[in-house]
C-alpha cells in the first residue's frame, strides 16, 4: 500500500510515519508545510529509508495536493492547526486549514478514487463532559475556535462519504503526548521547563481532567482503522486513564527530582474546559487497546526530552 500522510512532519504525523515504516512493508509520501509545528528535524531518522519520500506542499492549494496524491491508495489526514491558545489568539488560520484545508484532500481523494481515508480529529469536538464518556453518536459542542474548526472538519470528511461514497472513516483521539511534540502543548513544556530549572505554568486551579494517550499507542489504533474501520464511521481513541492536571504535575515533578516551588498557578484560559472522557468500546471491539500505562508513557517521553535537546532546544528558542 502506498499511504499519503499529511502533516507528516508534524508531532502526530511523524510519529505514524515511523510507526507504519518500522511495522509493515508500506510506503510513505508526507505532504506537509513546514509551519511552525513541522520541520524536517523530525523526520532525520527515516531519511534514507528506501519507502519514505517527502513533499513541501500546503493542503489549501488544490493544485500541489492534485500532484502529489496521484498515485496512492490511501490518505490519513493529520495536517491541521492545532493548539488551542494560538486559536483563542488568532482563529482565521484554524478555519482556512482545518477546514477550507480538509475539503481540498477529501475532493482531491475523492477525484483520484483513492481507496481509503482516514480523517484524524479530536474529542474536544464533544465538548467539556462532566460525568461518563463521549460517545461517537454524542452530539457535538465544541467551546473553542480550534475545536469548532476540527468539528468542521470532521463532518466536511463524513460528508464526502454521504454525499460522493467516499471511503472515509474518523478518528477522535484524545490528548497525545511524547516524543517530536512542538514545547508548546502541555506536558513537552512542563517537561523542557523543568529540564531548564524553569517553573510550570498551570492554569486555574489545576483540576481540569485530561485523558492522556501515549502517541505510538494512537498510531496503532489509526492504522487498525485504517484497514479495518468501517467506512462512514467515527472511533474514538482514548487511553481511559482521565487525570487532573494537578496531579500530571506531580508526576512529572517526581520524575525531574523536583517540588512544589517549580510550580506557577496562572490565569485561566478562556473557555477552558474542565474534562474529557470518551467511550472507546468500539475501537475495542475493533481489536485496539493501549500498550503503555499513563506513568510508564509518562517516563519514556521524560527520558526522550531529557537525551534529545538538540531537537526541542532551537524550537524553544523561536518562541
Known sequence: ?????????GFIGSNYVRWVLANTDHEVTVFDALTY??????????????????????ICQPGDVDAAMRGHDAVVHFAAESHVDRSIEGSEDFILT??????????????????RVVHIGTDEVYGSVEVGSSKETDGLEPRSPYSASKAGSDLIALSYHATHG?????????NNFGPYQY?????????????????????GDGLNERDWLYVDDHCTGVHLVLEKGNVGEIYNIGAGNETANRVLVDKLLALHGKDESSVQYVEDRKGHDRRYSVDIAKITKLGWKRERSLD???????????DNRWWWEPLKDKK
Not at 509545528?37 to 500546503?58: C, E, Q
Not at 482545518?98 to 481507496?115: H, K, P, S, W
Not at 467516499?166 to 484524545?174: A, E, G, Q
Open 1 to 9: 500500500m502506498k499511504i499519503f500522510v499529511t502533516g507528516g512532519a
Open 166 to 174: 467516499l471511503p472515509v472513516t474518523v478518528t477522535r483521539c484524545t
Open 183 to 203: 514545547p508548546e502543548k502541555a506536558i513537552p513544556l512542563f517537561t523542557t521547563n523543568l529540564l531548564d530549572g524553569k517553573k510550570i505554568p498551570l492554569y
Open 296 to 306: 510508564e508513557a509518562l517516563e519514556e517521553t521524560v527520558k526522550w526530552y531529557r
Open 98 to 115: 482545518n477546514c477550507f484545508g480538509t475539503n481540498v484532500i477529501m475532493d482531491a481523494a475523492r477525484r483520484l478514487e483513492v481507496q
Open 37 to 58: 509545528a513541522g520541520n524536517m528535524s523530525t523526520l532525520k531518522d527515516v531519511d534514507d529509508n528506501k519507502r519514505y519520500s517527502f513533499v513541501k506542499g500546503n
